[in-house]
Nanobody
Framework: QLVESGGGLVQPGGSLSLSCAASGLPDTNYCLGWFRQAPGKGRESVARVHTGTIFYAASVKGRFTISQDATNDTLYLEMNNLDVSDTADYYC?????????????WGQGTQVTVS
């Protein structure tokens, strides 16, 4: 189970933090990540972490930071210098591999609006 928190409304250039509490995952080595879906667009990867390796989408690199707590039970996304193009529903996801097609466990999503 994945449960997100955080999100909300922020002005361009502002910051927001998202959290995802993970429990009951089938494998402790699952890929965990943040994904987003803007209105009228498909779901895309934002940032993922798998066996210590971190991947960022080019559009967020240098602005967003993904991290986990020491027990790997909580996933975080620190978002800085937000742009209107970052407006989307953000989802925490987990899967055997980090490719979007392998992400099969999803949180309920949280809305981020930059305006």
């Amino acid at each position: 189970q994945l449960v997100e928190s955080g999100g909300g409304l922020v002005q361009p250039g502002g910051s927001l933090s998202l959290s995802c509490a993970a429990s009951g995952l089938p494998d402790t080595n699952y890929c965990l990540g943040w994904f987003r879906q803007a209105p009228g667009k498909g779901r895309e990867s934002v940032a993922r972490v798998h066996t210590g390796t971190i991947f960022y989408a080019a559009s967020v690199k240098g602005r967003f930071t993904i991290s986990q707590d020491a027990t790997n039970d909580t996933l975080y996304l620190e978002m800085n210098n937000l742009d209107v193009s970052d407006t989307a529903d953000y989802y925490c996801g987990a899967g055997r591999y980090c490719s979007l097609s392998y992400i099969n466990i999803w949180g309920q999503g949280t809305q981020v609006t930059v305006s």
